[in-house]
């Protein structure tokens, strides 16, 4: 057998916090060989991305070290080295040219006051030694190479000016340029659409056969990794639980974590009442089976009978929401773009209505609207009766009480200098539903609790919860005011789909508790087609196609929605589970 081209030997990884030194990573050990792709795949903070950084040597020196073992690469015709052992100055030939990395999030990896292009340039003119002239028409071929519509705008383009896919290619094309023999892949379509995700995970695998890499593809979701791995070790709290083949793996996982893990993506082929979750595997291994019970179509079906004879408690009528786009100085008028392009639905009271879409369709911009958050240009949206646009303000204010969004980014849309007790507090006040202090608290406390919180995380702040816990506060403080109707846009795109998986069980036993009714967007249909009775698919503002949930992901009429489910990951998953 040829040495392989990584060999990472017993990792052991700290960091320090409060003068205190916590074990990240131990003893972890995995090989990759040449012109293969090895799958790392685990939760967040499992160790996946520290021990992706540990082989770039990215490491913060302050507050982090390595505690044992060896990081061995084979350079091509040089003999092995430790990159544990070597100096800045020797990885500066390394790093880049043999070993490169696309980072998780691209807007935050590349420079915001720099030309996506120039960025690329610089590790070319480093690493090739090429002059200027050539480097500009070097990487305009390599922006042409990971398929960008127009290589001549992205290389000129600065980063906020791309969308996340477009950004993440361009990362991509700066990993490559130097044609580096490793490329490690760090989440790198985490949060994107589903259809953009399977054109970055296919314009992955079209480089590594033309360059011969060998790819390390690190993700939390078990899905992804079955479509682009050819070897996968599973991580958890810093160890390595699991390796084997992808379809030894997904076919017959031995470690409960790894079946939980499995389990907790929202079937293509069944219906679960509620979906199994991570922990369900490894406190009571046999509590999963209970769990995974199978809903009754019947039941189902009777459910709709009852759910749409009642009146609908939203009316949207021909709904057009427009952005105007200022010209520069010597330009013409301004031009209107159309977000949302005369739609027309109903929602009935008690119903998950699901939208799906691609990013930019309008999704957004549509739940937005209903709330009356953003401005609408023409259309009606008629809620209990009551004129949406019509209202004053003071209006507005009460209908909020009984209208809520559950927004995407829970972090960006919770105040990092309030507690998170004061943040489902806030809305209490406003609303003047209570005025006595200590009963205000005790319903905070009371909320924390129904969303799986403790009560201790009334004084945490908003940086000292994971993401998943952050978006658990959202959905309190959305629930603080009693509301009958609830927007959750893209409430667990980001999320592991583990977390992922108990956020959609909270959000049913919610709704069956208080008897709300959701849209819930989202672009992973497999997630719709989970929580929806019906979906409605969105396209350039319009609706093009609606359908009760399983009518639509069984027999889709329109090509746009049979894209959307081809281009779910996991299908590997799905032929081992059913």
Not at 91 to 98: E, F, P, S
Request: one cysteine or more; proline letters at 5%.
């Amino acid at each position: 057998m040829p040495e392989p081209l990584l060999s990472v030997k017993n990792l052991s990884i700290s960091f320090q916090n409060e003068k205190v030194w916590h074990t990240a990573v131990r003893r972890v050990s995995f090989d990759l060989n040449k012109g293969e792709t090895l799958g790392i795949v685990g939760e967040s903070g499992s160790g996946k991305s520290v021990t992706s950084l540990a082989i770039m040597k990215l490491l913060p020196n302050n507050y982090s070290r390595i505690d044992e073992g060896e990081i061995i690469f084979q350079q091509a015709g040089e003999t092995a080295v430790n990159l544990i052992t070597q100096t800045e100055k020797e990885l500066k030939h390394i790093r880049g040219k043999q070993i490169s990395m696309i980072f998780q999030e691209p807007m935050t990896s590349l420079n915001p006051v720099m030309r996506c292009g120039k960025q690329i340039e610089e590790s070319v003119m480093l690493h090739l030694k090429y002059n200027r002239k050539k480097a500009r028409e070097y990487v305009t071929e390599l922006l042409a190479e990971v398929r960008l519509p127009d290589p001549e705008r992205a290389y000129r383009s600065f980063p906020h000016q791309l969308s996340g896919g477009q950004k993440q290619r361009v990362m991509i094309a700066m990993a490559i340029a130097c044609h580096p023999q490793i490329l490690i892949a760090d989440e790198p379509t985490t949060a994107l659409d589903v259809t953009v995700q399977k054109g970055i995970l296919l314009l992955l695998k079209s480089l590594q056969n033309k360059y011969g890499l060998s790819l390390i593809f690190i993700s939390h979701d078990l899905g992804v990794i079955s479509e682009i791995a050819d070897h996968v070790v599973v991580m958890n709290h810093g160890t390595l639980v699991e390796r084997g083949d992808v379809k030894s793996l997904m076919f017959h996982p031995v470690n409960p974590y790894t079946k939980g893990l499995i389990a907790c993506r929202p079937p293509l082929d069944k219906r679960f009442q509620k979906l199994p979750v991570v922990s369900d595997f490894l406190d009571e291994p046999g509590k999963a089976s209970e769990i995974s019970i199978i809903k009754d179509p019947l039941q189902r079906i009777t459910e709709h009978q009852i759910l749409y004879a009642a009146k609908p408690l939203l009316e949207v009528k021909s709904l057009s929401v427009e952005y105007r786009q200022q010209p520069g100085f010597f330009m013409g008028k301004a031009k209107v773009f159309k977000a949302v392009n005369d739609v027309s639905f109903n929602v009935f009271k008690g119903e998950t209505l699901g939208l799906v879409g691609e990013s930019g369709c309008g999704k957004t911009t549509l739940g937005r609207a209903i709330l009356k958050l953003t401005e609408s240009a023409s259309g009606e949206i008629i809620f209990d009766g009551l004129p949406v646009q019509k209202l004053s303000s003071g209006q507005i204010r009460k209908l909020r009480q009984r209208m809520q969004i559950i927004f995407q980014d829970p972090y960006s849309s919770l105040n990092p200098r309030i507690t998170a007790g004061e943040a489902i507090l806030e809305p209490i006040r406003v609303h003047g539903l209570h005025k006595d202090k200590s009963l205000m608290q005790q319903m905070v406390i009371q909320l924390l609790d129904q969303v799986g919180l403790e009560k201790s995380s009334y004084y945490r702040f908003p940086h000292q919860f994971s993401g998943g816990q952050r978006q658990r506060i959202c959905i309190a403080r959305a629930l603080a005011v009693n509301p009958e109707f609830i927007v959750c846009d893209e409430s667990v795109s980001a999320l592991d789909v583990s977390v992922q998986a108990q956020v959609l069980n909270l959000l049913n036993e919610l709704k069956n508790v208080y008897n709300l009714t959701y849209i819930f967007i989202s672009h992973d249909l497999s997630v719709v087609r989970y929580m929806s009775d019906r979906i409605m698919v969105m396209k350039s503002g319009k609706i093009v196609e609606s359908n009760e949930a399983d009518s639509l992901y069984y027999n889709p009429q329109e090509n746009y929605t049979r894209e959307l489910i081809e281009a779910i990951p996991g299908r590997l998953i799905t032929t081992a589970h059913s």
